[in-house]
């Protein structure tokens, strides 16, 4: 084919082509159309789903037992978390050893807090017991007090035995000096979500996250959130660690508040290690 009649073919292709897409513009539009549709058209059908529960409002915390049936031990649990920490038994306590290693992050933002997932065999030993690490999620302020000191912030741990036990060790953080595993991980905490991001360059070492000492405060909790299930080992490590402002500010932007206030003793006795 001579070069003339080739360039006059190319160009004649690129008009029809464009031809055919303006054509199609209402087309497509209309199957736009009808898709959106399609996915919005059932919600506006059913009725409208329950309440979800919040840490403010109408649906906060001291509406949650009354939103839903197996959310009772909200109210009337009488082994609940956070607590204030005042009156402690030294005591004797199980060592805690740390058997954490780095992860690819898996990061994930589910409305109420972020989470950070581990599934590679991290473990927490308490006297030879082995517990899993499952996750570490964040709440602001830190919910459980010390002698009537609240934290700005603290990371909750949890972790679960073989057996189904499940184990929070909470670490708790004071205004001051930033926090260089928490620079690593803020860039990273997705704004809203889910899904969960996975981000196979970027790890994360839970081990970063822990204070020096190893004493704790110990005492039978439940999880801080719905359904609030008891029979939660419930650990606070004595040492706070430290975060920046600049931190807490970039947090708080994320959850304002995400923390249960503290709850009732009921009698339960907090041991210390001495
Ligand atoms: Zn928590």
């Given at each position: 084919m001579p070069t003339e009649t080739r360039t006059i073919t190319a160009h004649t292709r690129r008009r029809d082509e464009t031809d055919r897409r303006n054509r199609a513009g209402p087309a497509r539009w209309l199957a736009r159309w009808a898709r959106c549709a399609?996915?919005?058209l059932p919600l506006v059908a059913h009725a409208a789903p329950p309440p979800h529960w919040q840490y403010s409002g109408p649906y906060g915390?001291?509406?949650?037992?009354?939103?839903?049936?197996?959310?009772a031990l909200c109210a009337r649990g009488r082994r609940q978390s956070p607590i204030d920490i005042v009156a402690t038994r030294r005591q004797a306590q199980p060592q805690l050893q740390f058997d954490y290693r780095s992860a690819p992050l898996r990061i994930?933002?589910?409305?109420?807090?972020?989470?950070?997932?581990?599934?590679?065999?991290?473990?927490?030993?308490?006297?030879?017991?082995?517990?899993?690490?499952?996750?570490?999620?964040?709440?602001?302020?830190?919910?459980?007090?010390?002698?009537?000191?609240?934290?700005?912030?603290?990371?909750?741990?949890l972790h679960k035995?073989?057996?189904?036990?499940?184990?929070?060790?909470?670490?708790?953080?004071?205004?001051?000096?930033?926090?260089?595993?928490?620079?690593?991980?803020?860039?990273?905490?997705?704004?809203?979500?889910?899904?969960?991001?996975?981000?196979?360059?970027?790890?994360?070492?839970?081990a970063d996250l822990l204070p020096a000492s190893n004493a704790y405060y110990a005492y039978d909790g439940s999880l801080t959130a719905p359904p609030c299930t008891e029979g939660v080992r419930w650990i606070v490590m004595q040492q706070p660690l430290e975060l920046?402002?600049?931190?807490?500010?970039?947090?708080?932007?994320?959850?304002?508040?995400?923390?249960?206030?503290?709850?009732?003793?009921?009698?339960?006795?907090?041991?210390?290690?001495p």
């Open positions: 399609a996915v919005a915390p001291a509406q949650w037992a009354e939103m839903r049936k197996d959310y994930v933002n589910d409305g109420h807090t972020v989470r950070v997932r581990f599934a590679n065999g991290s473990r927490l030993l308490i006297g030879g017991h082995a517990e899993t690490l499952q996750q570490f999620h964040f709440h602001i302020p830190g919910g459980d007090r010390v002698q009537g000191e609240s934290f700005p912030m603290a990371m909750h741990f035995s073989r057996s189904g036990q499940l184990v929070a060790l909470v670490v708790l953080f004071r205004l001051g000096a930033r926090n260089e595993a928490l620079a690593a991980l803020l860039p990273n905490m997705p704004e809203a979500g889910p899904p969960e991001r996975v981000l196979p360059d970027t790890r994360v070492d839970p920046s402002a600049v931190q807490l500010a970039r947090l708080s932007a994320l959850f304002p508040n995400n923390a249960r206030p503290v709850q009732a003793l009921h009698g339960r006795v907090v041991t210390q290690t």
